[in-house]
């Protein structure tokens, strides 16, 4: 157990459709980031947010958004989802004391698999 | 990030030490290599990860060449468990690790009782 909680587990939808994914970090983390794992594009990084403010963005498309709250959970929101957003979509957090120099490790969900039909 | 380059897939015995190699001839200073693994049906999970020098943890040993041109992950007494796609990432820490995880393909690795 990694100690990220993803909530849900499964989520089939329609297209054209919104969602919410929801994540709760490792308690004392105030980094999360959010990846999509698709079978054609891997394992992919989209967006990082650190103590409620996004730090970074990867390969997350406009109809993507997230937020991170004051208690430090995340959740990734999906708007108008098309049948290629089917994946699976993992949270991981980190201590990640920023400026530091020094990396720390990343702790993943166990994912929330999203179906678009 | 710098580009790593793995073997597709490697094959092993259970309980016999299995070393997974990793070239990055283009990594930089500030670089960290790091290693993950995803069992099936889970979420990537931390290996270990170094700078320059040799690392061990409870899971696993990381051996660093010396130009750190490449590294090798060292799993010294595999199980059946320890079927899983093995990542080799480098993240450039310099600018206070902003950017999140840059995953390749990485090595499938097949244990056999």
């Known amino acids: 157990d990694s100690g990220v909680t993803q909530t849900p587990k499964h989520l089939i939808t329609a297209t054209g459709q919104r969602v919410t994914l929801r994540c709760s970090p490792r308690?004392?983390?105030?980094?999360v980031y959010w990846y999509q794992q698709s079978l054609d594009q891997g394992l992919q990084f989209l967006i990082h947010y650190y103590n409620g403010e996004e730090r970074a963005k990867g390969n997350i498309l406009e109809r993507f958004s997230a937020q991170q709250f004051p208690d430090l959970h995340s959740e990734l929101n999906l708007s108008s989802l098309e049948l290629g957003d089917s994946a699976l979509y993992f949270c991981a957090s980190s201590v990640a004391t920023e400026g530091a120099g020094v990396d720390t490790e990343a702790f993943f969900g166990q994912g929330t698999r999203l179906t678009v039909v | 990030d710098a580009k790593t380059t793995q073997p597709n897939s490697m094959e092993s015995n259970e309980e016999e030490p299995v070393h997974l190699p990793c070239n990055h001839s283009?990594?930089?200073?500030?670089?960290?290599i790091h290693w993950y693994r995803q069992l099936p049906s889970q979420g990537p999970e931390y290996v270990i990860h170094g700078l320059t020098s040799n690392v061990n943890n409870r899971m696993a040993s990381l051996a660093i060449a010396e130009d750190r041109k490449s590294s090798t992950l060292i799993l010294h007494r595999a199980t059946l468990r320890d079927a899983a796609v093995y990542y080799c990432i480098l993240r450039d820490y310099s600018g206070g690790g902003a950017d999140g995880l840059t995953f390749g393909k990485g090595t499938h690795l097949i244990i056999q009782p």
């Open positions: 308690s004392g983390d105030l980094s």
């Open positions: 283009t990594i930089s200073g500030t670089d960290y």
